[in-house]
């Protein structure tokens, strides 16, 4: 069964940081473009951040110079480490896989979704 898995969410103050993972089972993540996704309530659901699998990175204007992607593709595993965060950064976070399939991978659609781990930014 092909799993993504995240984990690693959780109340932050802001100015705080944290740091989320993307664990795959039943799938070769090096095979595949990973990206985060975030939906907060009433909000439609947005790119975060995005790494192909040749190791390219991309961000979302509104993460840029905030957070980091990067992957351990011994483990199958993609993270997220978020630092500097805001209220505005609260939401569900999820990670999804898919084939690379163009130089835009913020605005790919992707196969495989994992369940989501909330992030809530407040003091």
Do not use: H
């Not at 100015?15 to 939906?39: E, I, K, M, T």
């Not at 992957?71 to 209220?87: F, H």
């Not at 991978?105 to 930014?121: A, F, K, R, S």
């Amino acid at each position: 069964q092909r799993q993504l898995v995240e984990s690693g969410g959780g109340l932050v103050q802001p100015g705080g940081s944290l740091r989320l993972s993307c664990a795959a089972s039943g799938l070769r993540l090096d095979y595949y473009a990973v990206c985060w996704f975030r939906q907060a309530p009433g909000k439609e659901r947005e790119a975060v951040s995005c790494v192909t699998s040749d190791g390219s990175t991309y961000y979302a204007d509104v993460v840029k110079g905030r957070d980091t992607i990067s992957r351990d593709n011994a483990k199958y595993t993609v993270y997220l480490q978020m630092n500097s965060l805001k209220p505005e950064d609260t939401a569900v976070y999820y990670c999804a896989a898919g084939l690379d399939r163009s130089d835009d991978p913020l605005n790919e659609e992707y196969d495989y979704w994992g369940q989501g781990t909330q992030v809530t930014v407040s003091s």
